[in-house]
């Protein structure tokens, strides 16, 4: 595995191909690092291993059930794994719980931006269970790694989206409506 590019560090440069849609002649659109920066929003892109396997969709489905959470704070929410966009549009399809996907899931077919990102594991060279929260300067506020076997808390994601985004002090377990420490 690459060093893993962490907090400061800009988010790579990418354009990839996204599915967006299961509807015909609907299915695919691109995604590049400056979409979110354009329209001024937070971006939050978690990583999967593998389209048809057990613990992704669970993690799928509950960030899907919470996007109105991340749109509500004007986050772009993206999806990603290293298989094709017709593997994830083949899942999508098949898959009762990834149907109606709000969000699109980015086919990083060439590892490019997963290898950038330092997030492929070893022997299998897909990516690890990794989220990033970007700022609107295209920064990397946040990363969380899990290994292979283990889902990721979608509420706890949001909980650091809330922190960051009032760019105060937060103390441990801090909540949104939760008091933010004051320097004397």
């Known amino acids: 595995m690459n060093r893993l590019l962490s907090l400061g560090s800009k988010f790579p440069e990418f354009k990839k191909t996204t599915v967006v849609s299961t509807e015909v002649g609907k299915e695919f659109s691109s995604l590049t690092n400056e979409d979110h920066i354009n329209d001024g929003k937070w971006m939050v892109m978690f990583w999967y291993p593998k389209d048809f396997t057990f613990v992704c969709p669970t993690e799928i489905a509950e960030f899907n059930n919470n996007y109105t959470e991340f749109r509500d704070r004007d ?3 993206v999806g990603a794994s290293t298989d094709s966009e017709y593997v994830h549009l ?6 009762n719980d990834l149907k109606n996907l709000k969000f699109p899931l980015v086919a990083d077919t060439s590892k490019s931006l997963a290898e950038a990102l330092g997030i492929l594991e070893a022997e ?3 990516a690890y269970r990794v989220t990033h929260i970007v700022d ?3 920064v990397i506020r946040w990363v ?3 290994d292979l076997s283990v889902g990721r808390n979608v509420k ?3 909980r650091v989206l809330d922190a960051l985004q009032t760019d105060e002090l937060c103390p441990c377990n801090w909540e949104k409506g939760n008091e933010t420490l004051k320097v004397a």
């Open 124 to 126: 299998e060279k897909v």
């Open 75 to 77: 986050t772009l929410l």
């Open 90 to 95: 083949a899942w999508r399809k098949d898959h």
């Open 156 to 158: 706890e994601v949001l």
């Open 144 to 146: 969380s790694a899990n």
């Open 136 to 138: 609107p300067q295209g």
